[in-house]
């Protein structure tokens, strides 16, 4: 007869599992609130997430809008700021603050012959229109040989190179008289564009061009400044615009040196001007009258007459005064 030995559990060891029990069934009740508190973190991150992403995208149109509107001032800025200043004061370069230096510049000045007499006798339509496409042509013109504009004076225009720029000085006198040259080629093309529109007033203006150090930066307050030049040379500049002939291009001797080589100028009277001690001598520039052909130079000799023409340089305004001397000659020779 098989017997099974039954074995009967201990008390203490029912004791100790229940005990294992209850602290695991603690456990996992810790964990299931951990669970919880997780997962509500985690949907308030998530809300928290998209509200902060719909913020940063806030943030970056605003920025963009503020860039663009930064931009359109910017814009606006730059058109009462030569590019040159402009560029210098947006990269750094330099800071807007009361400062002066010497340098050594070249200067044009030129103003519109007869203005006053037109603002009298224009229609103020007219005027305006005339004006404009005037300074605006110069303006182009300055900007593409790399001058800086330093003001409109009514219808003058003041003009200088070497700063805050500079391809050296003689380059730099060079960049003026073509600056200066073109200028007056392109006031014949805008004859054409006024009378299509019913102005028949013909434009002529003088030129003035001088080179010498001036005092050059910015002057005024701190609250409202200038950048500009100050100097005798400006005045030096002023006086030879004054002394130049209609449509012509009056040039220092300072100048002409540097630039000699490369224009054909006849030289004039020397100029008195106040702050100099001594007389200036001045060159005026040949200007090419497209009209002539370098065929047509003629060369006589007889007994007490001699004529040398040579039309490709003969100055523009040269051409009636030599007209007038040619009919004071026959006129001489006729009474004989």
């Not at 540097?258 to 224009?263: I, T």
Request: hydrophobic residues 35%; charged residues 30%; contains cysteine.
């Amino acid at each position: 007869m098989i017997t099974w030995n039954k074995v009967v559990p201990d008390l203490d060891d029912i004791k100790k599992l229940q005990k294992q029990i209850r602290i695991l069934e603690k456990k996992l009740k810790r964990c299931e609130e951990s669970r919880v508190i997780l997962e509500n973190y985690a949907d308030r991150n998530t809300v928290l997430f998209k509200k902060l992403n719909s913020e940063i995208e806030e943030q970056r149109a605003l920025i963009q809008q503020k860039s663009e509107e930064l931009e359109a001032l910017a814009k606006k800025l730059a058109k009462y700021l030569s590019p040159q200043v402009y560029s210098s004061i947006f990269s750094g370069k330099r800071d807007v603050r009361l400062e002066t230096y010497r340098k050594k510049l070249t200067i044009f000045l030129s103003d519109i012959v007869g203005f006053t007499t037109r603002t009298n006798s224009m229609e103020p339509e007219d005027l305006t229109i005339w004006l404009n496409s005037y300074l605006d042509s110069m303006a182009q013109t300055v900007l593409k040989y790399g001058g800086t504009l330093d003001k409109f004076i009514g219808d003058a225009v003041l003009v200088f190179f070497g700063d805050p720029e500079t391809n050296g000085v003689k380059n730099d006198a060079v960049a003026c008289v073509k600056m200066a040259v073109e200028m007056q080629e392109a006031i014949q093309g805008l004859h054409i564009e006024w009378q299509k529109q019913g102005i028949s007033d013909r434009l002529l203006v003088r030129m003035g061009i001088t080179t010498g150090y001036c005092t050059v930066g910015n002057f005024g307050s701190e609250e409202r400044m200038d950048y500009t030049i100050i100097g005798n040379r400006v005045n030096l500049a002023s006086r030879l615009e004054t002394n130049a002939p209609p449509g012509g291009i009056l040039i220092s001797e300072d100048t002409y040196a540097l630039v000699k080589n490369q224009f054909n100028c006849m030289k004039r009277d020397p100029i008195q001007v106040k702050g100099f001690e001594r007389s200036v001598d001045v060159y005026e520039l040949l200007l090419k009258n497209s009209e002539t052909d370098p065929g047509d130079s003629m060369e006589v000799k007889f007994d007490g007459f001699t004529l040398k023409l040579d039309p490709s340089n003969v100055a523009y305004t040269s051409k009636q005064d030599i007209i007038s001397t040619l009919k004071d000659a026959i006129d001489k020779l006729s009474h004989e």
